[in-house]
């Protein structure tokens, strides 16, 4: 896919679940999977500003794994590999348009064949402004000057509640 079939909106974020991966040694190997972050970021177009950050998890296969993060200049990504299932699950949320093919093929390269169990695409900003100087304004008047409450009214105390009963005297 060209960046021209995606001018009509800021951005997109993918998100898949891949199943039946022919080489699941990648999947338990912490510094491999952030090398392939670092490849798949490279291919798509996008900038690491931070990480990747990678942790482990043991326990039983549903849980034990790896998990790996980059930030981006355009958004994150983020994979999380479950080896003893021969399972992992991927999202790439970016505000630069990219081709979807070129995560397919990175993901060919790093583990065989695999089947797409679940795949999710959403057209981020439908409505973002397309000219950068409105989309500086808007974030500087949105998000960076600092929202003054209105005053506040005082607030009516409420009548007391009675039981209907004479007051105690004691």
């Not at 003054?148 to 009516?156: A, D, E, L, W």
Request: proline share 8%.
């Amino acid at each position: 896919m060209t960046s021209e079939q995606y001018s009509d909106h800021y951005g997109t974020e993918l998100t898949l679940r891949l199943v039946g991966i022919a080489d699941r040694g990648p999947l338990d190997d912490g510094h491999a999977l952030g090398e392939f972050l670092r490849r798949m970021v490279a291919a798509v177009g996008m900038r690491i500003i931070a990480g990747p950050a990678i942790g482990s998890e043991d326990g039983p296969p549903q849980r034990a794994g790896y998990s790996a993060v980059v930030i981006l200049a355009e958004s994150h990504a983020a994979v999380h590999t479950y080896p003893g299932l021969g399972e992992l699950f991927f999202n790439l949320f970016s505000c630069k348009p990219f081709a979807e093919e070129t995560v397919f093929e990175q993901f060919r390269e790093f583990v065989g064949d695999f089947t797409v169990l679940e795949r999710t695409s959403v057209r981020r900003g439908e409505n973002w402004p397309r000219a950068i100087e409105r989309a500086v304004r808007h974030w500087h008047d949105v998000r960076l000057t600092p929202q003054v409450p209105s005053p506040r009214r005082p607030r009516s105390v409420p009548p007391r509640r009675t039981t209907g009963r004479a007051p105690r005297r004691s």
